[in-house]
């Protein structure tokens, strides 16, 4: 006969059998919002090349923190940024949409209002519907206001208004003043009593520049463009006056940026984030910390990448330390490629030695060559990406779309395509074409091949010393058995050509006179 047990033994098996259930529901739940809801961190470097990174090209610079990326997940070896110069690639990758659609996404001045319109979905407005939580620390090239700024106000049109909860930037890049760091919607460190002027156009009276007072750049000295106020002994682009108070320090301000994302990080861990951590380096004044000054024997220019190696392997003991590693996805790429002599004498050019910051592409940054777009771009989430190498041809600009799928967001048409797989490793399938662009001048890549149609203006940037990629012929490159875009097919290959002509023209509309030789903007 069936024992009938008695109440307590009833109970307390019952209890059991519910509560292994809860357990069961609550660990797979974890495990399911883990694997769906992991922290992302974009790290973006700034003018970083193709073969900067050693995993890339083993070369003279040793970058073993960014290598651990690339070892232990997915180097992607055709990854993207949209455009050849910063602002641009950052509009498409936090908007998903292509940058030339925007006629003011060119590289902005520090006191540009914000170019990103509030209505629009960015990735971290997208991530935030999933409970995120944002941020961007580092370099941000991307407005602030909406007119004439009084930086000694509460900002307005801020990161803050598209997505981000918490900022910490600068407002343009390190060689354009204001030479401040800005917290949400306040400049770090102002006093009411030294306030702060900024102005593009016209110097404020009485006040130096590098051009009435050379004597004032005792660290480095302007090339080209570069000699208007200065700062830290350094000249920079644009007029600023007072503020003394909270004015940064260059050669701190790797550690400044890299505290404040370790401090978001922790702050953080226990619910899904996202960072944006907007390196500032290799960019112009190359500004090594004295911890790594000389330590690359390449000059500043090999010294900061040292430093950024540093930060990325500091971001990951951090995740490690705090036990998230293996719930954080992490893609590391750059804004734009690599150029030596951007408008200082910082002896990039003369103590290269045999450093190829290009790894063998042709060009640079302001480039329609590949080099110019074609970055390092690598995945990273331990324990659930393989490491591997991927030839898909992804962009930045696919963030948007993928990492929504990745979080199980709907996002409206945009420019950014579903790649989740190939971020993930499990396909090697990515876009099948992209435009890139440069200045306004755009070319067509797609499959192996990649179209530059004809422009006009100089073949090689006579300062900075690098091929832009303008031609009266069009050019026609085959990137499988011509990486280095030497042999120029086009009058060979007229057919190939008209296609590609007429499948960009598919993307780009009438922005364009295709009719035009060499082609004009509309
Ligand atoms: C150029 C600057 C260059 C750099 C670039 C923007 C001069 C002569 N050159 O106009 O130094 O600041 O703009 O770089 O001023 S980017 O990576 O932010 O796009
Ligand atoms: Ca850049």
New binding site residues.
């Given amino acids: 006969m069936k024992k009938i047990p008695d109440f307590a033994e009833y109970y307390s098996n019952t209890m059991n059998k519910t509560f292994s259930f809860l357990l069961f529901l609550f660990i797979s739940t974890f495990a399911f919002a883990q694997k769906n809801k992991p922290n992302i961190i974009v790290i973006y470097a ?2 970083l090349g193709y073969g900067d990174v050693s995993a890339y090209k083993k070369g003279t610079l040793s970058t073993p923190n960014i290598d651990k990326l690339a070892n232990g997940g997915i180097r992607f070896t055709n990854g993207y940024s949209t455009s050849a ?3 641009p690639s950052r509009l498409a990758l936090l908007t998903g949409n292509y940058p030339w659609k925007n006629d003011k996404a060119k ?1 902005l001045p520090g006191d540009a209002p914000l170019l990103i319109d509030t209505s629009l979905i960015t990735v971290p407005k997208m991530l935030k519907k999933s409970g995120y939580q944002t941020a961007v620390v580092g ?1 941000w ?1 991307l407005g602030i206001g909406k007119g004439a700024i009084d930086w000694n106000k509460e900002l307005s049109f801020s990161p803050n208004d598209v997505g981000f909860d918490y900022s910490y930037i600068m407002a ?2 390190t ?2 003043v204001p030479t401040v760091y800005i917290e949400n919607r306040k400049v770090v460190g102002i006093e009411e009593s030294d306030p702060i002027f900024v102005n593009y156009d016209k110097n404020f009276s009485g006040e130096p520049t590098a051009l009435t007072n050379p004597e004032l750049m005792t660290r480095q000295k302007w090339h ?3 000699n208007y106020s200065v700062h830290f002994g350094i000249p920079r ?1 644009g007029y600023q006056k007072g503020g003394k108070t909270a004015l940064w320090n260059d050669e701190e301000m790797s550690d400044v940026f890299l505290e404040k994302s370790l401090n978001f990080i922790e702050n953080n861990k226990k619910q899904p984030f996202f960072l944006f951590y907007a390196l500032h380096q290799p ?2 004044p190359r500004t090594p910390h004295p911890r790594f000054a000389g330590k690359s024997g390449m000059g500043p220019r090999g010294d900061v990448i040292l430093e950024a190696d540093w930060c990325v392997g500091e971001i990951l003991k951090k995740l490690e330390a705090e036990g998230i590693d293996k719930n954080t996805l992490i893609i590391f790429s750059s ?2 490629g690599p ?1 030596l002599n ?3 004498y910082d002896e990039a050019v003369e103590k290269l030695g045999n450093h190829t910051p290009a790894g063998g592409l042709r060009g640079g ?1 302001y480039s329609l060559y590949e080099a110019g777009t074609r970055v390092p771009f690598l995945a990273y989430w331990k324990g659930t990406i393989k490491p591997q190498v991927s030839d898909a041809m992804v962009c930045q600009m696919d963030f948007l779309s993928s990492f929504a799928a990745l979080v199980g967001q709907q996002v409206p048409l945009t420019d950014s395509q579903n790649l989740l797989n190939a971020f993930l490793g499990k396909t090697k399938k990515g876009r099948s074409n992209l435009v890139i662009e440069s200045s306004t001048r755009l070319a067509f890549r797609s499959g192996d091949w990649v179209m530059i149609p004809p422009y006009k203006g100089a073949a090689v940037a006579k ?2 010393n690098v091929e832009l990629g303008n031609s009266i012929d069009y050019q026609l490159y085959n990137l499988k058995s011509d990486l280095g875009e030497k042999n120029n097919l086009a009058k060979s290959n007229p057919k190939k050509v008209e296609q590609m002509v007429n499948d960009m023209k598919q993307i780009v509309g009438d922005k364009y006179n295709f009719n035009a030789h060499p082609l004009e903007l509309k």
């Fill in positions: 700034d003018d110069t910063c602002t590289v370099k090239h343009a890049t060689d354009r080209h463009g570069h682009i960019h112009v804004d734009n150029v951007d408008g200082y940054k300062e900075v």
